[in-house]
């Protein structure tokens, strides 16, 4: 296998037309026959708050729509899995095993959360990285119907291609808020997004967390076995890193007039969320920004700042963000491989 990403390929890969296995399903398997059920009570995600998007031109929505929602694939085409005949098999160092069917999980209660997902390909200041609301069932209700037992440190989840993917379960289960989720936005999961059940776990890379086409979680260890991007040499335990990306203005674009508004997002969801964004023009003092609504500790934040006097030329401008912890966004610079890059990003611009 190797990853499609919709607006390009990862350096040295090769696209592998076709895959295996392909289950082409019936009406019922269109994402816009199912009806989704209401979260559990109490369990509705509180209405979103007012995005910057209306006051920072160029800045990202606080919520990505479903249609341009980031997509990293590692197939061509996408999948029809037919709701009616799939199941979520919980097998492995569990005391019951099960078989759930999608009405049988449809039944269960459901919560709804906020929560900005990050690819791990995704370079500094990269556009791999989205905020949306998903509905979905706690995956610790369903680990704690199966029993986990003593033994495992790992989830090996399986989607209906046979591709594996590993999340550390102890990660998985510590209060996170992980689902195995059925609905995006308010609506049926879309087929691009792994109709008709797909893993969501915050704070994780998806390599090690989002599963599309979900149908099996095996309770195991990495000493028994390994998961495809495990075997590529990528990492395992790998939380999300903060980070800060640059909107707002655009790389070697110029501006023009005496004020300058430099916007965009930032996100911490192992840190205690972003609490504070600071931007640094031309390796100045760093400035504290404007930062918007803070939605929850896993959802990111918009921010902006207005920079006044610059002269005509050439600028260079960098953010940053301080997480929970009072901890800075580290400046040191990392590749995406093996676990996450890292790094401040800078944007060079032109004042006309």
């Not at 390929?9 to 026959?33: F, H, K, M, Q, Y």
């Not at 989205?130 to 790992?154: E, I, K, N, Y």
């Not at 599309?212 to 335990?237: I, N, R, S, V």
Request: aromatic share 6%; glycine share 12%; with cysteine.
């Amino acid at each position: 296998r190797t990853v499609l990403i919709t607006s390009g390929v990862l350096p040295g890969a090769a696209i592998v037309a076709g895959s295996a296995g392909r289950w082409i399903g019936n009406l019922r398997a269109r994402a816009e026959d199912v009806t989704l059920p209401s979260p559990a009570a109490g369990e509705t995600a509180p209405a979103l708050p007012e995005g910057l998007e209306g006051r920072v031109d160029g800045i990202t929505p606080l919520r990505i729509t479903n249609a341009d929602f980031y997509r990293v694939d590692t197939r061509l085409d996408v999948p029809v899995v037919d709701s009616n005949g799939w199941s979520l098999t919980v097998d492995g160092d569990v005391e019951n095993e099960l078989e759930i069917s999608f009405d049988e999980l449809l039944d269960m209660p459901m919560v709804e959360r906020d929560i900005t997902l990050t690819c791990v390909s995704n370079s500094v200041g990269g556009k791999y990285v989205g905020g949306a609301r998903w509905l979905g069932v706690p995956l610790q209700d369903v680990l704690d119907r199966a029993g986990v037992g003593s033994q495992a440190d790992q989830i090996l989840s399986t989607d209906f291609d046979g591709m594996t993917i590993s999340t550390p379960l102890d990660l998985a289960t510590d209060g996170r808020e992980a689902l195995i989720a059925v609905g995006m936005n308010g609506e049926q999961l879309p087929r691009e997004h792994g109709f008709p059940v797909r893993m969501v776990i915050p704070g994780l890379y998806g390599f090690i967390s989002a599963t599309k086409w979900l149908t099996k979680l095996t309770l195991t260890t990495y000493a028994e076995q390994e998961a495809y991007w495990t075997k590529k040499g990528w990492g395992t335990d790998t939380p999300i890193k903060p980070s800060t990306r640059i909107d707002t203005p655009r790389v070697l674009s110029t501006v023009t007039g005496d004020e300058l508004v430099v916007g965009g997002v930032a996100w911490a969801q192992n840190d205690g969320g972003v609490t504070k964004v600071q931007v640094q023009v031309d390796g100045g003092a760093w400035m504290d920004a404007e930062i918007g609504a803070d939605v929850n500790n896993v959802y990111w934040r918009q921010w902006f700042l207005v920079v006044k006097g610059l002269k005509s030329g050439n600028h260079r401008v960098a953010a940053r963000c301080i997480d929970g912890s009072g901890g800075t966004q580290t400046a040191a610079r990392a590749e995406p491989f093996p676990e996450g890059a890292s790094g401040i990003h800078t944007v060079q611009f032109t004042v006309g």
